[in-house]
């Protein structure tokens, strides 16, 4: 599977922006899709994920603030972030969770960057 994320722009604090990850195949039987995020100088870390029945988890740092969506059909994950901070600008890379659909690997997408201004 390919991933590849999109909706990353410039925003100022307190604005919105929905982050789109597409998958090149079927996300259904994916147990786990998430998203991280890296700011300059920091290791990657996860903001949020959701299940294959779509349930949602959150870091404490979004939630609130950060909704995680899945539309199987369209083989999209969403992360709808409202009130953004200026911490949140990092560059943000969807995720599967590896399994055995993917050869028990974790797949990445090539990341779009959030740009949170004041």
């Known amino acids: 599977v390919q991933l590849q994320a999109s909706g990353g722009g410039l925003v100022q604090a307190g604005g919105s922006l929905r982050l789109s990850c597409s998958a090149s195949e079927s996300i259904f039987r994916f147990s786990y899709m998430r998203w991280f995020r890296q700011a300059p100088g920091k290791t990657r870390e996860l903001v949020a994920g959701i299940s294959s029945s779509s349930n949602p988890f959150y870091v404490d740092s979004v939630k609130g603030r950060f909704t995680i969506s899945r539309d199987n059909a369209k083989n999209t994950v969403y992360l709808q972030m409202n009130n953004l901070k200026l911490e949140d600008t990092a560059v943000y890379y969807c995720?599967?969770?590896?399994?055995?659909?993917?050869?028990?690997?974790?797949?990445w997408g090539q990341g779009t960057l959030v740009t949170v201004s004041s």
């Open positions: 995720n599967v969770l590896k399994s055995r659909f993917t050869g028990g690997k974790d797949v």
